[in-house]
């Protein structure tokens, strides 16, 4: 008489029912967002997507479960007995989808390819600086292929006599800060338009609008164009804002050494700092000294890149000026920084050192690096994990920083 198995292995005696064939990972991700903020405004902006679309993925869910998940009231979202029974099983079951398909890419190095693919048309037209146009084509063609969160409004503005544009999610509180946020393209490259799609991303993430200027451009406007610029709409916000203006300043690659020139110009002209400054894979040393190539990543800012772009922006000016110095420069009296850098980027040691430096003379000062080889990774936010939790750890930070007088303003750590 043969076994069926073994006294130890555990029999199934009744199979459960299996779910429902219509239930998606969506509707499992929605659930779980709302369940841990209990909030369905706080989900929508932590999943990009609009509130409406996230109830009617909840309602959806609970049609197909066959009960109520949440009890919701005008004042609160509370979790049910049903819903408290899925949260625990959801949350593992999507953990373990995540790490089997994060595992999965590792090994296939699809998202790095995928990157180093962008990157690779803006990487060959920078190693000639003397090709402006070309160079300033492949970012406007990286930025191209990627689109801001649904549910963003895109308008025109002059802000201090600067070209920009006003970025506003659905989500923004009327009591918002707004971020001014400087985009980066070694000085010499990049537009408002182009990176509306990161700005947005951040706006939404911040709930709040941001602003994103066309400073003047080098080799035609070197230092100091771009920094006039970038203060000349930095006093805009400030003077229209009224009572309720409170400005974070945030900036990517060449623009993070940009806010760091803008904390130290109002510094110097006594003038009132932001709320708070988030300084994107920042490249703050214009001397060189500080960067390393680094090893097996899709480089796409080495250091040679780096000194031609410097010798274009600074046009003979010295670039151990003090306030194009943040690493030598006494940083006393500036606002809050949030550096975000990355593992796999030539400019690492950069943001490492700026920490360092920002702590050391006395300034609230933190660093995240997340494990991704390349730089400015936050331009992949639409399909690389590492840069949704960036721009989701910057969004807190631009609430923390900027609340409202009487509201706790402790900054969350990453």
Known sequence: MGQTGSMDEPQNVLALPQAPDAIELRHL?????????????????????????????????????????????????????????????????????DDAISVTRSVGGELAGRMALLWEPWARASADVADLDGIRAALEELHGQFTPPPDVAVAPVIAGGVPALRVTPESASPAAATVLFLHGGGYVAGSAFGYRHLAAAIATAAQAPALVIDYRLAPEHPYPAAVQDAVNAYLWLRDTGGDQARIVVAGDSAAGGLVMTVLLALRERGLEMPAGAALLCPWVDLTGRTQRPAQDS??????????????????????????????????AGLPPLL?????????????????????QCGVDASITVYPVPTHDFHVFWSFLPEARDAIDQLGRFVRAVASPPGESAAPQPG
């Open 339 to 359: 550096i975000q850098a990355a593992s796999g980027d030539a400019v690492l040691q950069e943001a490492q050192l700026l920490a360092r430096h920002a702590t």
């Open 29 to 97: 991700r929605a659930f779980v967002a709302v369940a841990d903020d209990l909030s369905f405004s706080r989900a929508a902006q932590r999943l990009f997507i609009s509130q409406p679309a996230l109830s009617r993925q909840i309602r959806g869910l609970e049609r197909l479960v066959g009960c109520d998940l949440f009890r919701r009231s005008t004042q609160r979202v509370e979790l049910t007995l049903a819903g408290e029974a899925l949260l625990a099983r959801a949350q593992a079951l999507l953990a373990d989808l």
């Open 298 to 331: 899709p480089l796409v800012f080495s250091p040679e890149m780096a000194h031609r772009l410097a010798q274009a922006y600074l046009a003979g000016h010295p670039a151990d000026d003090p306030l194009l110095s943040p690493l030598q420069t006494s940083l």
